[in-house]
């Protein structure tokens, strides 16, 4: 099955502690992206690469970190210094094959905080 | 700054009824604008963008620079219709993201 994959589903973290969401893609796509969604909120984008060893931080960067060493993945790192990270994460991906016009979406991660 | 607004977080109408979902934004330059639709349990997927002046599952959306408005309207709603809506920004052009409005719940009624 191709496409976009996220793991894990649901995440639980303790306070002070920090986790990283996994997201892979085999689209040979060059851009990829993290949003966080919550209730009511719409989506709003964390960080973004648009190219291997190359990332941006989005409109909602802080305590997020993120790497871009393959062009198949892009983990996002949630730290201690986010201080409401209990949402539900997104990953995206796009590519010339659609002009960059159309992003692809991973099923997503809920990430509790305990 | 730009920005996206959806101004109805629900909308509920009933089968056979048009459908009409609006969609404001404000940016500074030539905007390209998205609908995405999340059908319950599905992920997240693009139903149609300005550019390509297409319909899709019978929804169309007309981009009105005068009014800085890409609502979406469909004439007859069907239940599988049901899904959560947002409204997306290009944030830069090419691959630079999206902005995305709240989004809006649409429920179909029998």
């Known amino acids: 099955d191709g496409g976009i994959t996220q793991s894990p589903k649901y995440l639980f973290r303790k306070e002070g502690q920090n986790v990283t969401l996994s997201c892979e893609q085999n689209l040979n796509h060059d851009a990829m992206y993290w949003y966080r969604q919550d209730p009511g909120q719409g989506l709003r984008l964390i960080y973004y690469?648009?190219?291997?060893?190359?990332?941006q931080k989005g409109d909602i960067a802080e305590g997020y970190s993120v790497s871009r060493e393959k062009k198949e993945s892009f983990p996002l790192t949630v730290t201690s210094a986010q201080k409401n990270p209990t949402a539900f994460y997104l990953c995206?991906?796009?590519?010339?094959?659609?002009?960059?016009?159309?992003?692809?979406f991973g099923p997503g991660t809920r990430l509790t905080v305990l | 700054a730009q920005r996206v607004t959806q101004p109805e977080k629900l909308l509920s109408v009933f089968k056979g009824a048009p459908v009409e979902l609006k969609c404001n934004y404000s940016y500074s330059g030539s905007p390209e604008l998205f609908w995405y639709v999340q059908y319950s349990r599905q992920r997240l997927q693009l139903l149609l963008r300005h550019i390509s002046r297409e319909s899709i599952k019978g929804f169309t959306a007309d981009l009105n620079k005068g009014e800085t408005s890409f609502h979406l309207k469909k004439p007859f709603a069907q239940e599988e219709d049901s899904a959560m809506y947002y409204c997306?920004?290009?944030?830069?052009?090419?691959?630079?993201?999206?902005?995305f409005g709240k989004g809006t719940h649409l429920i179909i009624q029998p």
């Open positions: 997306a920004l290009n944030r830069g052009g090419g691959a630079d993201g999206l902005t």
């Open positions: 690469s648009q190219i291997v060893n190359d990332f």
């Open positions: 995206a991906s796009t590519g010339p094959q659609s002009s960059y016009n159309e992003q692809f």
